[in-house]
């Protein structure tokens, strides 16, 4: 009997192990996974690219817009530091956990790499509003020296409004009219 009963679980272990072979819909359909997965990944990957070139355009855009509108503090400080925290945040998310630790991935760098283009976008932008700024500055201070010099140098006045030149003035006359007043 325990001849037949291992002749039997040799049978079932065979069957176990055995494929059976992929029918030609099978093929298909792994097929059809594969080019839909293919599909999807071209797909992120095109609106990665997207949304990357929308946000570099909306940095550089908007350091224009506010330099011209006049503030280019703002843009050159608020909205690229809103920018640049957006792209690093982003890229922080793209640090996977994998058994229990934090693991580095192509996402991330790809990512990384996106986020020191966002910065090299932002110095390029403001690079001309660096340089106006900086002009400004040499002028308002160049200014500021220039009225210093005017207003702390003694100012010229004329003879005629001397104290001393009043009196004497005022004595002549005074000397005229005891003069004229006598004759009269």
């Known amino acids: 009997m325990d001849d037949f009963n291992e002749l039997i679980q040799g049978f079932q272990i065979a069957d176990e192990n055995e494929c059976p072979p992929e029918t030609s819909?099978?093929?298909?359909?792994?097929r059809l996974e594969e080019e839909i997965a293919a599909a999807f990944s071209q797909h992120r990957m095109i609106s990665s690219a997207l949304v990357t070139f929308l946000g570099f355009?909306?940095?550089?855009?908007?350091?224009?817009?506010f330099a011209q509108l006049g503030l280019p503090a703002l843009a050159t400080s608020s909205i690229g530091s809103i920018?640049?925290?957006?792209?690093?945040?982003?890229?922080?998310t793209k640090i996977a956990i994998a058994n229990g630790r934090p693991s580095i991935d192509r996402d991330f760098w790809t990512e990384l790499v996106k986020t020191g283009a966002a910065g090299?976008?932002?110095?390029?932008?403001?690079?001309?509003n660096?340089?106006?700024?900086?002009?400004?500055n040499n002028g308002a201070r160049k200014f500021i020296e220039e009225v210093k010099a005017f207003e702390i140098s003694e100012p010229v006045n004329p003879v005629w409004t001397k104290p001393v030149i009043a009196l004497?003035?005022?004595?002549?006359l005074l000397t005229i009219l005891v003069i004229f007043g006598r004759k009269s």
């Not at 090299?120 to 001309?128: K, N, P, Q, T, Y």
């Not at 004497?168 to 002549?172: E, K, M, P, Y």
């Open 57 to 65: 355009s909306a940095v550089g855009e908007s350091v224009l817009l």
């Open 130 to 136: 660096r340089q106006i700024s900086k002009a400004s």
């Open 25 to 30: 819909e099978e093929r298909d359909n792994e």
């Open 83 to 92: 920018a640049l925290a957006l792209f690093a945040v982003h890229t922080l």
């Open 120 to 128: 090299a976008a932002l110095f390029v932008f403001s690079r001309e």
């Open 168 to 172: 004497i003035t005022l004595l002549v």
